[in-house]
Structure formats: structure tokens, C-alpha cells
């Protein structure tokens, strides 16, 4: 049966169909994860030439390599002969690819460079071969693929996200930002489930109360940000920000401001090499950002770290959080960085045992009532001057979704 996916996002609401339909799912795979830029990965994963890691566009997989020359490019991980996989492993260095099955050979920009007993082939033409290029760009270390040879161009798809990105960027506290390390898991519920989390502040409060109880003071107060000025703002092509703390816009202003007591032995640490200005700079980007940015579809910026999805199926999602650093920065303040992601993000975090059961609830709830049941998205509908809204607002999950109708009704 054909869905009129027009009626299924309305401007305050969508239908429960968008996370159980199956038909729905396999279309966005085909409409959106197969047309628009997709998030793969950040320029320190591949500091050197011949660097690869193996990801997914969709669901295809793809191997994301450093060549030779130093371009970065993003092929489908498959072998033009019989279609194996050519690269198992999470990441590595090598001068060209080799299929395992039978050892068809590539150089790192995807040209067939040889393979076995040639004289069994008939008018063969090794350049016919060359494994299957993605389009790529990058913007600030952020690298993005897409199958669309005729979409827009990376920056112009990121539009009024760029500025936000660049102030998320600042954590490097001088230094350029690089990837620590990550944790994978997954949760039984549709992808559009957790891309509304990343802009979600309303929850905050109630799901992460065990998180909330566990910190000092000052930073409890810091975290106390229902009433703080924040707000929810459409940045259009489906992007959002969301802003919690507002003092941690800019993490180069107000550098003036003292020290927070629970980073004073850091901050001791730091001047031992560093001038009080380096250290005021280095402390408060280990801060992290006071805001979070939702690029669609499948990447978070969010305050301290990366925030990746990946849709399995209509009802499981593959989510990554990554670390972030300074690379080339002081061992103390990415020591830091580590243990405050820990605190949250980590496997045995306070925040993502919570979401995940939160997650989880909402798609074993999407099972009951009957097929004209809405999932409503109206929170600070009436605050929508200049897209924004305050910090509790659905504005970006309203942005989110009238980018959905956008590419499923193209």
C-alpha cells in the first residue's frame, strides 16, 4: 500500500506509522540515508595517508580512507568481483586493498590494480572495476557522503548550522578536535526516536535525575537549565540547535571568570606548562559546549561529544558516542575530557542507561491504541518568532520532521 506521507507529518504532529511501519522504514533508507549527506566521520580518524575506517551510509557499507595523494574518500566496501566485503576490521593503514575471497587488489582511490590469473577473463578492462566512489566533502574536519551526485554542495546543505558547529569546534581550547574513542550499542526503537532526544530538553529534568543527584553543587546549578534563557531554533534543511546554557555559547568569552572548584587541581596541573591565559582557555573548553546541534539526519554535536545513528530496521538503531579532545593538547585536560564523558555518555554513565529506556519505552508504547494515534510535537508552537523557542520547545523535532516530508515526498 502507498502512504501519503504528506498526511503523516502535520505542523504539530506525526503519525505513530513513522516508527512502525516497515514499508516507511525501507523508504527512508532508499529517500533519505541513499540521497542526502550522511555523516561518516572526522578528519583526525585519518591523520596520516593510507588511513582507513570501516562505516555505513544507510546501511551499506562503506570504508573511509586517506589516499595516497592525501584525499579523502569514501567507497563502498565491496568487491567488484563477487561482492565481498574487502575490509573487516574497525580501522587501519594500508597501501591498497585486497579482496580475501580472491585477492582482487585496489589502490587506495578505489583503481583495480590486479588480480589473479588475468588470461581467464575475455576483453577484460581493469578500469572498468575501480570500486564504487561516494560523493565526499567535509566541512571543519566534519566529513559527509552522499550517493547524489546532484545534491547541493556540503556547506550550502549545512546552511545556518555552520556557525554552530564552528562554536561547538572551540572545545579544542586552542588545539585542533579530535576523536578519543567511542562506545556502540543498540536499542530495540526507530531511528527518528533518538534523533528527537539530541533536541528534547523537556526530558532532561526527569529522566536524568539520577545524573542530576550525582553532581556537585555548581555544577548541578549549571545543569539547572529549564529557566536559564535557552532556546530551540530551526536552522533550516532539517537542522536544529538547541541551547541549554548560554554562558557556554562561546567557550573563548568570559575567560575572566574564576575557575570552578571542581576543575582547580586541573587547572593547577595545567600551569605547570601552560600560561594562565592557556589554562582559563584549555579549562573551560574542557567544560564542553552549552548547546546542542542536530544535523540531519544522523549526526549530534552534541555539548561534549558526538552523537552518530545508524537505522538497522524499522524498530532497532545503532547509536554511537564519541570522545572528543585536544589533539596535541595537554594529557590532563583530555584526561578530563575522558572521565566527564564517562561521567554521562559512557557505557556506565549515568545518561545513557536512561535514554535508552526512555527509547525503548516509546517504541514498545507505538504498538498500542489504534492506527490514528499521533505522536504530538507542540511544545512552544506559539513561540516560533525567528524559528525559536524556549528551551523546552519541540521546535527541532518540528524542523526535523518537515525535513522528513521534505525528501519523502520529493
Not at 54 to 78: E, F, S, Y
Not at 192 to 211: G, M, R, W
Not at 285 to 299: E, H, I, Q, R, Y
Request: proline share 5%.
Amino acid at each position: 500500500m502507498t502512504r501519503d506521507y504528506s498526511a503523516l507529518v502535520k505542523d504539530d504532529r506525526v503519525h505513530t506509522a513513522l516508527y512502525t511501519d516497515p514499508a516507511i522504514f525501507e523508504d527512508e533508507i532508499d529517500r533519505i540515508f541513499n540521497t542526502t549527506w550522511v555523516w561518516v566521520a572526522h578528519d583526525s580518524e585519518l591523520p596520516n595517508k593510507n588511513d582507513w575506517i570501516t562505516t555505513h551510509v544507510g546501511r551499506q557499507p562503506v570504508i573511509v580512507n586517506r589516499d595516497k595523494a592525501g584525499t579523502v574518500r569514501v567507497m563502498l566496501n565491496r568487491c567488484r568481483h563477487r561482492g565481498a566485503t574487502i575490509c573487516e576490521a574497525k580501522k587501519g593503514n594500508a597501501p591498497g586493498f585486497v579482496c580475501p575471497y580472491h585477492a582482487w587488489t585496489y589502490g587506495t582511490d578505489g583503481t583495480l590494480k590486479g588480480l589473479p590469473l588475468p588470461k581467464g577473463y575475455k576483453d577484460f578492462d581493469k578500469g572498468d572495476y575501480t570500486l564504487v566512489n561516494l560523493r565526499a566533502e567535509s566541512y571543519r574536519g566534519l566529513i559527509f557522503a552522499t550517493f547524489n551526485q546532484d545534491a547541493p554542495p556540503l556547506e550550502e546543505f549545512l546552511g545556518r548550522a555552520r556557525p554552530w558547529i564552528d562554536l561547538f569546534l572551540k572545545q579544542g581550547g586552542g588545539y585542533p578536535v579530535k576523536v578519543l574513542g567511542e562506545h556502540k550499542f543498540t536499542f530495540p526503537g526507530n531511528w527518528k526516536i533518538q534523533l528527537e532526544n539530541t533536541t528534547d530538553a523537556y526530558h532532561f529534568p526527569i529522566v536524568h535525575k539520577s545524573f542530576l543527584s550525582s553532581l556537585d553543587g555548581d555544577t548541578g546549578e549549571l545543569f539547572s537549565f529549564m529557566d536559564a534563557g535557552g532556546y530551540v531554533e530551526d536552522l533550516g534543511n532539517g537542522h536544529s540547535v538547541m541551547v541549554m546554557i548560554p554562558e557556554l555559547v562561546d567557550l573563548e568569552e568570559n575567560l575572566d571568570e574564576p575557575i570552578p572548584e571542581r576543575f582547580a587541581e586541573l587547572a593547577d596541573e595545567l600551569r605547570a606548562e601552560h600560561s594562565e591565559d592557556e589554562v582559563r582557555r584549555i579549562v573551560r573548553a574542557v567544560t564542553g559546549s552549552g548547546f546542542n546541534v542536530n544535523l540531519f539526519p544522523n549526526l549530534a554535536c552534541s555539548m561534549a561529544f558526538f552523537r552518530v545513528l545508524r537505522p538497522l530496521s524499522v524498530e532497532e538503531t545503532e547509536v554511537r558516542h564519541i570522545a572528543i579532545g585536544m589533539d596535541g593538547g595537554p594529557a590532563a585536560a583530555n584526561r578530563a575530557r575522558l572521565r566527564l564523558h564517562e561521567h554521562f555518555q559512557g557505557p556506565m554513565g549515568f545518561g545513557t542507561p536512561d535514554d535508552a529506556e526512555a527509547w525503548e519505552r516509546v517504541q514498545r508504547g507505538s504498538q498500542a491504541g489504534e492506527d490514528s494515534v499521533w505522536i504530538m510535537l507542540n511544545r512552544g508552537e506559539d513561540k516560533t518568532e525567528s524559528n525559536a523557542g524556549d528551551v523546552t520547545a519541540e521546535t527541532g523535532m518540528r524542523a526535523a520532521y518537515q525535513m522528513w516530508k521534505r525528501m519523502m515526498t520529493a
